[in-house]
């Protein structure tokens, strides 16, 4: 956690050789973007910007590989949180965009329809489907292509066949109604073309997926509500699930979201007092101040959680706005994973990481 | 309807080349790449990198158009570089720092996976 008013600039202890110290308002530009109560203000990134005074501001890739930190804030099943520091806000953008877009999921991507008589429209039944997230590793299948004909590798087939009985009460139809057919489509194609024949399905599995994978793959949250049925009422159908990626749609997304903030920075340019503090105390909505008591009746305000702060710029506005200075730290990010619970999300970002090395190698290798 | 594939967003049609060069006509040591099939994920981080190296007089990309699924980059270099190095060292470079980001969170990963264990 950063101490308020880190009065030493973060660089200067980085680089042992350099004995020229920048003075700290150009420190303060070089590393921090400054919040003001209107807009921010930017500092400089260019590489030669302090170069008059002696003070190297590029970044090698000896420097970037001695300086850059990761730390893991929490880490659960579908959920986490990490700061990573010493890289570029492109960096940071480039696995964000990456996590949402480019690492491949499995998804629902055909809705074989024999029979639907419930209130929901087929296209819109089609729709929620697609958007169930599946317990399947994607990294063990393989991506079909137009003219593929879907196999155990790169297919996955569930069935529902729900139906509500005449005179009993409505009911829902979870995704745990799903049934997973590791042996493949069971809906014939065509008529078979010699009798004696094995009856073509939709899809040609080799062998039982059973034999293939570990764990059943089955959807990951058996509650989510697909349709309501009436009395009467009956839902029959085949879904084939393929691999994709979440450019295509975003039910092939791995992450509910994905995104990162640069570390908040609170300062005080003075110490604010008695009064005054109590009220920046109370005006802030995310608790980042407190007061310390002095003893004698005087308090004075703290800052205490500096990292809970939303930049929302509520204390540098109005009375105490020339006392308080909020800041980000320019290469600290706070990056938050939601996975949507195909892969657990610090795999997710391993995945992104290989992506990104897959991409920059493509760029390179290409080049004649 | 006349939307255009979703796949076309990624995949290189045939006889078109992933990566090409364009010298400057007018300038020395200036060129750009265009790149098919990528977007702002690789021309920012290229942009960057490039930017980083202090032969590159200009480094900049642009995506010329949300439907043309390509990204120019122009890269300047001092007279002592050129390009096409620059471009090679800033993608040699960048594997080489996602290389070490990547270690560093599996250790950072192994480091908390460890913690509770040790009594934290």
């Known amino acids: 956690m950063p101490k308020k008013g880190t009065k030493k600039g973060k660089s200067a202890d980085d680089e042992p050789k350099e004995q020229n110290k920048l003075p700290e308002h150009l420190e303060v530009q070089r590393t921090r973007v400054v919040c003001k109560a209107d807009a921010p203000t930017e500092g400089f990134q260019y590489a030669g910007a302090f170069a008059a005074m002696g003070i190297d501001n590029s970044v090698s890739v000896d420097k970037f590989c001695k300086n850059f930190k990761v730390m893991v804030n929490r880490l659960t099943e579908d959920d986490m949180e990490f700061d990573m520091i010493g890289i570029d806000a492109s960096i940071a953008n480039a696995f964000r965009r990456i996590l949402i877009a480019e690492v491949p999921t499995m998804a629902i991507e055909k809705v074989l329809m024999v029979d639907n008589t419930s209130v929901i ?248 | 309807m006349n939307a255009p594939d979703r796949y076309e967003r990624f995949v290189v049609p045939e006889g078109t080349k992933k990566v090409s060069y364009a010298q400057d006509t007018k300038i020395m040591n200036a060129g750009s790449f265009t790149i098919e099939r990528e977007d702002h994920t690789v021309g920012n981080i290229l942009r960057m990198q490039l930017h980083r190296d202090p032969n590159v007089l200009f480094a900049g990309y642009k995506l010329p158009h949300p439907l043309q699924y390509k990204i120019n980059v122009r890269v300047h270099t001092a007279t002592q570089s050129a390009p096409t190095q620059a471009y090679t060292q800033a993608i040699n470079d960048l594997d080489k720092e996602l290389e070490s980001l990547k270690e560093a969170f599996e250790n950072e990963k192994t480091r908390y996976d460890e913690m509770p264990k040790q009594g934290y």
């Open chain 1, 121 to 368: 429209a087929d296209e819109v039944l089609s729709h929620r489907l697609g958007l169930i997230p599946l317990d399947a590793d994607p990294r063990l299948f393989e991506y079909i292509s137009e003219n593929d004909v879907p196999n155990e590798r790169n297919t996955i087939v569930y069935k529902l066949h729900v139906s509500c009985k005449r005179g009993s009460p409505r009911l829902t139809v979870k995704s745990g109604d799903l049934e997973w057919l590791p042996e493949g489509s069971q809906l014939p194609l065509a008529s078979p073309a010699q009798s004696g024949d094995k009856q073509k399905t939709y899809t040609s599995f080799g062998q039982s997926q059973k034999d293939i994978f570990e764990k059943p793959l089955g959807v990951k949250f058996k509650d989510i509500t697909i349709a309501r049925l009436g009395p009467g009422q009956a839902i029959e159908l085949e879904v084939h699930a393929v691999k994709g990626v979440g450019k295509v749609h975003a039910k092939w997304s791995p992450v509910a979201t994905a995104w990162y903030r640069m570390l908040p920075e609170v300062v005080f340019r003075e110490e604010i007092r008695d009064d005054a503090a109590e009220k920046l105390v109370k005006k802030c909505p995310v608790n980042v101040f407190d007061i310390e008591d002095l003893g004698n009746g005087e308090k004075r305000a703290v800052v205490a959680r500096p990292r809970a702060c939303t930049l929302c710029r509520e204390c540098v506005m109005g009375p105490t706005g020339e006392q308080v200075e909020l800041r980000r730290v320019r290469d600290h990010f706070i990056f938050t994973i939601e996975s949507t619970g195909a892969l657990p999300p610090e795999v997710l970002f391993t995945e992104a990481v290989r992506n990104l090395e897959e991409k920059c190698e493509r760029v390179i290798s290409e080049l004649s």
